[in-house]
């Protein structure tokens, strides 16, 4: 048999738990404070709007739906970008960001790169995605364990050694599974380095207004690069900020260097598509772009995407203080200082472990905590067990 994924078995490990208090922090899907699944209201209405119109269930084309992509590129890299005004980004339909990163990882092992750089530590997935793309996976430093802080010096050093033109993994916004973002200044020495260097940068963007509440403030180091005259790509998921998991959508693009050579790069990556999965699903894709194209389902979207943030960042604040509360010898800081959908809290693995046994609270085996399991309900509960295994 093989082994369990670390994520995906988390989860059946919870649902063999019969314990009356077990609780979940492991799977990376937003929960209310009742942590029951929330559907977004606005997706709700785009739905009721898309049945009304009784729509047909034809294939979408191998790039998938064009009014979604382009409302999707035009979320990513903003109302007035000038390199979509001259054409230079052009995008497909992706399977959310999962299937993205995967023909991403095949264009370029098609096209003569035989690695990828991606941060120390990144999420889980992207090393199968991009080893069974065929690429050399190697790691350039990121977070400091120590302080749980940002290692910077460690990052700026290692993307100098990076050999030209390699491509180069960034996290958008709400960095999985640290939780811990570069400043915009540090964002900008990061550029100016990656243009030094000649370097591929290829940004995954899955929280784009989930970590901060502002979908605009989550998109400024993409659209920063995109000033900065990179040539890059981007893959966008639709699952945490519009809470469409299972509908699997998300976007693919580049920017060229002119529309000719981005369109180019769109036609090899329909090659990579059309043998792999044909062509991607539809209505979560009509959904997004019924949200993006209304002005009121839009600003009723971005209400309720702030909304869920917020009560992540509240629960940050009180589990922060709870730990404090209890006489914890440790600092605690860094869980407010991160962002987005994940803590990195610093337990180590037994501690994971033992918390698991003792007080079956299931998180990942990195220490990471996703805080959209916390609930006014149970936080006191989590604190007292980290409290309990990191004495």
Same mark, same amino acid.
């Given at each position: 048999?093989?082994?369990?994924?670390?994520?995906?078995?988390?989860?059946?490990? $919870?649902?063999?738990? %019969? $314990?009356?208090? #077990?609780?979940?922090?492991?799977?990376?899907?937003?929960?209310?404070?009742?942590?029951?699944?929330?559907?977004?209201? !606005?997706?709700?209405?785009?739905?009721?709007?898309?049945?009304?119109?009784?729509?047909?269930?034809?294939?979408?084309?191998?790039?998938?739906? +064009?009014?979604?992509?382009?409302?999707?590129?035009?979320?990513?890299?903003?109302?007035?970008?000038?390199?979509?005004?001259?054409? @230079?980004?052009?995008?497909?339909?992706?399977?959310?960001?999962?299937?993205?990163?995967?023909?991403?990882?095949?264009?370029? #092992?098609?096209?003569?790169?035989?690695?990828?750089?991606?941060?120390?530590?990144?999420?889980?997935?992207?090393?199968?995605?991009?080893?069974? =793309?065929?690429?050399?996976?190697?790691?350039?430093?990121?977070?400091? /364990?120590?302080?749980?802080?940002?290692?910077?010096?460690?990052?700026?050093? %290692?993307?100098?050694?990076?050999?030209?033109?390699?491509?180069?993994?960034?996290?958008? !916004?709400? &960095?999985?599974?640290?939780?811990?973002?570069?400043?915009?200044?540090?964002?900008?020495?990061?550029?100016?380095?990656?243009?030094?260097?000649?370097?591929?940068?290829?940004?995954?963007?899955?929280?784009?207004?989930?970590? =901060?509440?502002? /979908?605009?403030?989550?998109?400024?180091?993409?659209?920063?690069?995109?000033?900065?005259?990179?040539?890059?790509?981007?893959?966008?998921?639709?699952?945490?900020?519009?809470?469409?998991?299972?509908?699997?959508?998300? /976007?693919?693009?580049?920017?060229? +260097?002119?529309?000719?050579?981005? #369109?180019?790069?769109?036609?090899?990556?329909?090659?990579?598509?059309?043998?792999?999965? =044909?062509?991607?699903?539809?209505?979560?894709?009509?959904?997004? &772009?019924?949200?993006?194209?209304?002005?009121?389902?839009?600003?009723?979207?971005?209400?309720? !995407?702030?909304?869920?943030?917020?009560?992540?960042?509240?629960?940050?604040?009180?589990?922060?203080?709870?730990?404090?509360?209890?006489?914890?010898?440790?600092?605690?800081?860094?869980?407010?200082?991160?962002?987005?959908?994940?803590?990195? =809290?610093?337990?180590?693995?037994?501690?994971?472990? /033992?918390?698991?046994?003792?007080?079956?609270?299931?998180?990942?085996? %990195?220490? @990471?905590?996703?805080? +959209?399991?916390?609930?006014?309900?149970?936080?006191?509960?989590?604190?007292?067990?980290?409290?309990?295994?990191? #004495?």
């Amino acid at each position: 048999m093989a082994p369990p994924d670390p994520i995906i078995g988390l989860n059946e490990a $919870f649902q063999r738990d %019969d $314990f009356p208090q #077990k609780v979940n922090v492991g799977v990376g899907a937003y929960r209310d404070d009742a942590g029951k699944p929330f559907v977004l209201p !606005c997706v709700r209405e785009a739905e009721k709007r898309l049945l009304d119109q009784n729509l047909d269930m034809e294939y979408s084309g191998i790039a998938g739906d +064009a009014k979604f992509v382009q409302a999707a590129l035009k979320f990513a890299y903003g109302d007035n970008s000038i390199a979509m005004s001259e054409g @230079r980004v052009q995008g497909v339909q992706a399977l959310s960001g999962t299937g993205g990163l995967r023909v991403m990882g095949e264009l370029l #092992k098609r096209h003569g790169h035989s690695m990828i750089y991606v941060p120390n530590p990144t999420w889980g997935n992207h090393i199968p995605i991009f080893n069974n =793309s065929g690429l050399e996976v190697r790691k350039y430093r990121y977070y400091n /364990a120590s302080t749980s802080d940002l290692d910077i010096d460690g990052m700026i050093a %290692d993307i100098k050694e990076i050999p030209e033109k390699t491509p180069v993994l960034l996290h958008a !916004c709400a &960095h999985n599974p640290t939780g811990m973002d570069p400043s915009m200044e540090q964002w900008k020495q990061i550029s100016e380095l990656v243009k030094k260097r000649n370097l591929l940068p290829f940004f995954d963007c899955a929280y784009q207004g989930f970590a =901060s509440g502002d /979908a605009v403030t989550d998109a400024a180091a993409l659209r920063m690069f995109v000033d900065d005259g990179h040539l890059m790509g981007l893959v966008q998921s639709f699952s945490k900020n519009f809470g469409l998991y299972g509908h699997r959508i998300g /976007a693919l693009s580049v920017v060229g +260097a002119n529309e000719e050579e981005a #369109k180019r790069v769109v036609s090899q990556m329909k090659i990579v598509i059309r043998p792999m999965y =044909s062509n991607p699903p539809r209505h979560g894709a009509r959904l997004v &772009h019924a949200i993006l194209s209304d002005s009121t389902l839009s600003k009723e979207f971005v209400e309720q !995407c702030k909304g869920m943030a917020d009560r992540i960042q509240s629960m940050r604040t009180v589990l922060r203080t709870r730990l404090e509360e209890a006489g914890s010898k440790h600092n605690w800081d860094h869980i407010t200082k991160q962002i987005g959908m994940f803590a990195y =809290s610093g337990l180590s693995k037994d501690q994971v472990m /033992a918390m698991r046994e003792r007080h079956h609270i299931y998180c990942t085996a %990195d220490g @990471r905590i996703s805080m +959209a399991g916390v609930t006014s309900g149970n936080v006191d509960y989590i604190a007292q067990a980290i409290n309990d295994v990191s #004495k």
